[in-house]
C-alpha cells in the first residue's frame, strides 16, 4: 500500500512496547499481548505514520493500538484515543489500562477520552491528520455505527485521510477457517439480539462491505492490503471460537430467543459446523489462528 509521507520514524520494538500495556493476571496472555502489538505496530508501518502526526482512534479499547500509534507520531505529534465505553468496562478495565499506558513513555502525547465516534467527529473543531478506525467495526452494534462515522470523518476540516484494518473473513492458513465460521454464527446469533448485548463481536463486515460503506459517504479507496497475517500468538480468533464451543452462553442465548425454531436451528447448526472444522484441523483448538486481515486507506474525494 503506498503512502504519502516519506519520513521514517525510529520505533520502539515490540519486547518494550508491550510492557506499557497493563498485564494483569490471571488474565492476560504475554505471548498474546506481544503478538498483538506487533501486529498493530506492523499496520503503523504499512500505514506510514510519521512523527508530529495528529491522529484520532476510534475505539481504542485497553490502548493495544494506542500505543504503537503514540511511538510512532513521537513527543511532537498527538493521539487522540476515543472509547464509548465506561471506565469500568472489560479486562482490565480501560480507566485502569488507560491510565497505565499514561504513565508510560509514549503517555504524554495521548488523550484518552470517553466518547462515541461520530459525536465526538461533530463536537471537535480539531483537524487531524488521520482517522483510523482498527480492529474496532466489528464491536459496533450495527453497520450504520460504522456509517455515522464516515459520514461525520468526511466532513469539511476533520480529516483528509481515513485508515481501516479489520478481519477479511478470508483465511490464507487452515488455522484461520474456524474463526470466520465463529464470527459468521456470532454476528448472526447477534442479529436477533438488542443492545444490551455483552459480546465484543457483533458487526463482522467484510472487506468489500466496510468499502461500499465509505465510498457512499464520500470517501475513496487509495490503496489496500489483503491477506496480512497476525502473529500465530495472537489468539483474538481462538478466544472468540472458545467463547462458541467451550461455554454454554451461546446455546443459552440461542435458546432464549424470542424465535421460530427454524431460526434457532440454523444458529445451532452454524455451531455444529465450527466444531466440526475444528475436530478436522490437525491440532484442533491448539491449531487455530487469527483469519487474514484487510487494510484499507481512503482519501476524501476523487
Known sequence: MSTSHTSTPTLRSPEELVTFLLNLAPYSDPAHNLA???H???LVKLWGIPPGATVLEIGCGQGDFTIPLADAVGPTGRVVAID??????G???LAQAQAHVKASPVGPQIEFLQAEGSEFLKSTTETFDFVIIAHTAWYFSDPSVLSAILSAAAAPGKTKTLLIAEFALTASRPGGNPPILTALATNA???FRDETSWRNLRCALSPAQITAAAEKEGWRLKGEEKGILTPPNEKYGWRETVMILKRQNFVDDVNALEENDKVKKMLLGMRDALAASVERLEGG??????MDVWAGRFEVGA
Open 40 to 42: 498493530r505496530q506492523n
Open 84 to 89: 464509548p465505553m465506561p471506565g469500568d468496562y
Open 285 to 290: 483448538m491448539g491449531a487455530i489462528v487469527d
Open 91 to 93: 479486562t482490565p478495565p
Open 36 to 38: 498483538s502489538i506487533t
Open 189 to 191: 446469533l447477534e442479529s
